[in-house]
């Protein structure tokens, strides 16, 4: 293993250098203009335009354009307000800052010889479009790249589906989960809510592992509900991206951005309230500590019961952060944040005899008083970019986290036929930390007349979970592991027990896991009109021999060792007929680690799957709609299955951990991403996604899947559509109105049916679709915002099934409030 790590070093150490020289030998490189990269000579001493922009009441102003008048450079401010021109001759300059819905306005600049020109600018609201917009540049589908991606490259550049929520739209709608955010990423979905201990998600057809949930780019345990008001954005970068990560799930993967220092001060205060006893405070405040030195520190404590009755919650969040700028191209930021978050585990109404949701009222809670889950989660961070030239940088980022959680509670609710139910207990203790570094190198030059944006890097993680089990105080005349027995549909049936159970630590398991990967990736501009992105990344995957400890005998049993790696190359082409199309076609791979062992008795080999995914990205109306068309087919032509036959070709397989990769699923869908602003004030945005995610190989051999049947939990259909309107020039200035609605088509609960099952029943349990309906309305007078929702207008009544054990009811209708002071 250290041998592996010392020798990826060198590669990438090698890398790096070649990369240099081959830089310094260059006659012609490229330069960054904001996120829209051009290419010419580059100048010996070239200075560097920074600024800074706000509107009147003080707050960053994103997404405003900034052009050199007369000079095709450009740069459009990110979320707080920054913006940066590099590679800017000598010389006096004119800016001309612009945005719908703002007064333009024109700034005289000097440029001094290598050096940062750093200018503040304020923007007076305009309630009148601009009759004249030096760049129309809109915050659409397809203005930002996301930092998941590791290299800036323009969406329009980019051959594959991606979506950024930001925190405007976040504090519209009032999230307060990573659910009620990814409800607007098109073709992203909430799949199951086991016992409410999680949020799991799927895309086009594929379940997220939890290798595919990211926080400032570092993975981190999805096990605990991340905390939403520390977020400036959500990025989701759709389909494939093992190039970029290794081992993930083909669907895609989610990045949570969180809130930066500032140079300005600033910061907020607020309260939110609403159905069910919730209350939620919150700061957040950020400055400079000297010119160098800029912090940022917010935090939230959250109380809230539930439309179930007996759980409860309460949440604990704080995150601070320092960011150092060490000259004028290095800085290094620091971060980290901690989470505490005790609740009741709560696996809903259940089901009876294994066929069908129990009809229970939504409030119904069938566990006991005492239950509980207590989750920690700590993350720190530290990442250092370091810019060698306008056309070079290097970013490197350590990143720590410690995972625990204490469980104990009754668990599956699967009762029978007439409502009786034996309740089982789970009784467990988890503890994780986990290490990942990486290094990435990128780069823009040309050979020849063929302009190059590079990629490069290394990483590498491990994590270290221990797992301890305990012992459950058996009871008489029922099966072992169990509480008590109740009748869910008439709890007076018996008498239920209320005492919490004696029990003890019998067995501790350690499992630790070594990940990591090298990649390189190339976007070439073939022309005007034509790109090419092509990469290529070799992973592996160490999962050491885990260590059993009986801890009442203090014997420990080793297991055993397994190591894969694969290969996953990336190929996409994309054609611009004009400057506000671009049409894309791309082949990506990625692989999942499988159990079992082949008919040889060897550790079985991952699968690979291949995806293919075609589409089309539109901006519109001067920028004011963005409307992208995605489809894909995303193929596992060598699924895990049952083995067919023993090692001597003819003796069938009854030993469903004899497995061979035999098997295939097929994933085909079309997504519609939409984003539109008709007029000042206004913002729209939704999409529809289409799904058929099935089994279409599987041999003929007991405990294989059915071929032809529908995985569980993948919903054919899902649209997401949301209006959001500000009032300007009237007497209601200020006042904001929203609507928002989500639909989730028919999918499946349950398990997937095998073959020669010992069930005698189908094990897929149906559930509806559903559609919720949120208003909200909000007035901005001075430094002081009020909002309010309802959420779920309709009351509408519908599931979350994982499996057939853990049937949670959505919430009803609710009111959600927030008051909120900005300083």
């Known amino acids: 293993m250290q041998k592996l790590i010392v020798e990826m070093g060198r590669f990438y150490l090698a890398l790096c250098i070649c990369s240099c020289f081959y830089l310094g030998s260059n006659a012609q490189t490229a330069k960054f203009i904001g996120e829209t990269p051009t290419y010419e000579t580059p100048v010996g001493d070239a200075g560097t335009i920074r600024g800074h922009v706000l509107t009147t009441d003080g707050q960053p102003a994103a997404d405003v354009n900034i052009a050199v008048k007369g000079h095709h450079k450009y740069a459009v401010t990110d979320a707080h307000g920054n913006f940066t021109i590099r590679n800017v001759k000598p010389g006096n300059y004119v800016l001309v800052v612009s945005m719908v819905g703002l007064q333009g306005q024109e700034k005289d600049v000097a440029v001094a010889a290598n050096s940062n020109t750093n200018i503040e600018l304020t923007l007076v609201e305009n309630h009148h479009e601009l009759s004249e917009i030096t760049i129309t540049t809109q915050t659409g589908l397809n203005s930002k790249a996301v930092s998941i991606g590791k290299i800036a490259i323009d969406p329009m550049d980019l051959p594959q589906g991606i979506t950024i929520i930001g925190e405007k739209l976040m504090r519209d709608q009032q999230v307060q989960r990573l659910s009620d955010v990814i409800k607007n990423v098109n073709g992203v979905y909430l799949s199951t809510t086991r016992a409410n201990t999680q949020e799991s998600f799927s895309a086009r057809g594929y379940a997220f592992s939890s290798s595919n949930l990211f926080k400032n780019g570092a993975r981190v345990n999805s096990g605990a509900m991340p905390e939403m008001s520390s977020l400036e954005s959500v990025e989701v970068l759709k389909g494939s991206a093992a190039i970029l990560y290794g081992q993930v799930s083909p669907g895609g993967v989610v990045n949570m951005v969180t809130k930066q220092p500032k140079f300005t001060f600033g910061g907020e205060v607020a309260m939110r309230a609403g159905s069910y006893d919730l209350y939620k405070p919150s700061f957040d405040v950020y400055g400079p500590l000297s010119k160098n030195i800029a912090y940022r520190v917010n935090g939230t404590f959250e109380s809230a019961k539930s439309y179930r009755d007996v759980v409860s919650s309460k949440r604990y969040y704080v995150n601070p952060s320092l960011l150092f700028k060490l000259n004028d191209k290095t800085e290094l930021v620091l971060e980290a944040d901690y989470l505490r978050h005790d609740f009741t585990p709560d696996f809903g109404i259940g089901s009876l005899d294994n066929t069908k949701i129990a009809d229970l009222p939504r409030s119904r809670f069938l566990g006991t008083p005492w239950q509980y889950a207590k989750t920690r989660q700590t993350t720190a961070t530290a990442t250092l970019k370091h810019e060698f030239n306008p056309n070079w940088q290097i970013n490197t980022s350590l990143s720590y986290q410690n995972y625990e959680r204490d469980y104990f509670s009754t668990e599956r609710i699967q009762a029978a036929a007439n409502g009786d139910w034996v309740r089982p207990l789970g009784r467990t203790f988890t503890h994780e930390n986990y290490y990942v570094g990486q290094v990435n190198l990128t780069g823009k030059f040309k050979t020849g007349g063929v302009e190059h944006t590079l990629l490069s890097g290394i990483d590498a993680d491990h994590y270290l979970t221990t797992n301890d089990a305990f012992s459950i105080p058996a009871v008489a005349g029922l099966p072992a592991g169990s509480y008590d027995r109740i009748n869910i549909l008439d709890q007076s049936k018996f008498v239920q027990r209320s005492d919490i159970p004696v029990t003890n630590r019998i067995r501790q398991i350690e499992l630790p896991v070594n990940r990591g990967g090298i990649y390189v990736q190339d976007l070439i501009k073939l022309s005007s009109k034509v790109n090419l992105l092509a990469g290529m990344r070799w992973s592996y995957v160490f999962s050491d021999r885990p260590d059993s400890t009986n801890l009442v005998t203090n014997v420990t049993t080793k297991g055993s060792s397994k190591y894969d790696n694969a290969f996953s190359p990336r190929v996409g082409l994309v054609y611009k007929p004009g400057k506000h199309t671009s049409v894309f076609a791309s082949y990506s791979n990625a692989f999942n680690v499988n159990s079992g062992v082949d008919i040889d008795g060897q550790a079985l080999d991952p699968s690979l799957i291949d995806q293919y995914e075609i589409g089309i990205k539109n901006e519109l109306l001067k920028g004011k709609l963005s409307l992208n068309v995605t489809a894909y087919r995303i193929k596992n032509n060598n699924l895990a299955q049952t083995a067919p036959f023993l090692k001597d070709g003819v003796t ?22 939409l984003a539109a602003h008709p007029v000042a004030g206004m913002d729209i945005r939704g999409g529809y996604s289409y799904n058929f995610m099935r089994y279409t190989k599987t041999p003929n051999a007991k405990g294989n899947f059915v071929e032809g049947e529908r995985l569980v939990t993948t919903p054919a259909h899902t649209a997401n559509t949301s209006v959001f309107y500000t009032l300007s020039g009237t007497r209601l200035k200020g006042l904001r109105l929203g609507a928002s609605i989500f639909y989730t088509g028919k999918r499946f609960g349950g398990w997937n049916n095998t073959i020669d099952q010992a069930q005698n029943y189908n094990r897929l349990i149906p559930v509806d679709a559903f559609t919720t309906v949120d208003l909200t309305v909000g007035y901005n007078f001075s ?25 949670n009811p959505i919430a009803p209708t609710q009111l959600i409030g927030t008051v909120s002071y900005r300083f």
């Open 783 to 807: 430094k002081v915002s009020v909002l309010a929702k309802v959420a779920n207008v309709t009351n509408t009544y519908n599931y979350y099934l994982h499996e057939n054990y853990s049937v």
């Open 652 to 673: 069938p397989n009854a030993n469903t951990g004899i497995r061979a990769l035999v098997g295939e699923t097929t994933s085909d869908g079309v997504e519609v991403d």
